[in-house]
């Protein structure tokens, strides 16, 4: 009998070593549940690890994505389908820069606030915006997508381009988006989902 559960022991150790090996700790979360809940809502992407992210990206960039480049091209191509001008514009993370190059006149966007979380990517927006004379009045903002800085009813067209699916509370977003377009207002996103990269 005490052979038995010795082997059964060994079996078990021998099990725990691989699964150790195989699978690595640190790939799993060790985050407490006050972590994980925020105010009742599952937190599932931290946020300042993804500012961080983006901080350190901003320098690594490429000038185009070709990718992101024509996501952006196609986002915006729905202006023309409107007869409505936007003079004030609202421009949410993500692929900020792509947008900007594809504006191109479109919208007849006057006005554009481009915003984004992390300090390193609206400078880095900044320094090239200062490199180019055309196109509209530009305004920069480091802000979270979570917690719109904007005042109600302030803006005639909000995008956002590959952003906002980093966001925990995508609805929430939503919401803050509806309330900073004024009545007539115009919201135009393009959000990686479940089916995106099969």
């Known amino acids: 009998m005490a052979s038995g559960s010795s ?26 549940a006050d972590e994980v809940l925020d105010g009742g809502r599952v937190k599932i992407f931290d946020r300042d690890l993804k500012r961080r992210h983006r901080d350190r990206a901003a320098w690594a960039m490429r000038e185009t994505d070709p990718l992101v480049d024509a996501v952006a091209d196609n986002l915006l191509d729905r202006l023309e389908d409107c007869r409505k001008a936007f003079p004030s514009a609202l421009c949410l993370g993500g692929s900020a820069g792509a947008v900007r190059r594809s504006l191109r006149g479109r919208g007849g966007i006057e006005k554009l606030t481009m915003m984004d979380m ?58 803050q988006c509806r309330l900073a377009l004024k009545p007539d207002g115009l919201f135009l996103a393009a959000i990686l989902g479940g089916e995106t990269l099969k």
């Open 118 to 175: 992390s300090v390193d990517m609206v400078n880095k927006w900044r320094e090239l915006e200062s490199a180019t004379d055309d196109g509209p009045e530009m305004n920069f903002i480091v802000g979270d997508e979570e917690y719109l800085p904007m005042k109600e009813n302030s803006q005639d067209l909000i995008m956002s381009c590959l952003g906002l699916h980093w966001t925990n509370d995508l609805p929430g977003a939503m919401i």
């Open 7 to 32: 082997a059964a022991a060994r079996r078990l150790l021998l099990l725990r070593h691989r699964r150790r090996h195989l699978v690595p700790n640190h790939h799993f979360s060790s985050s407490s």
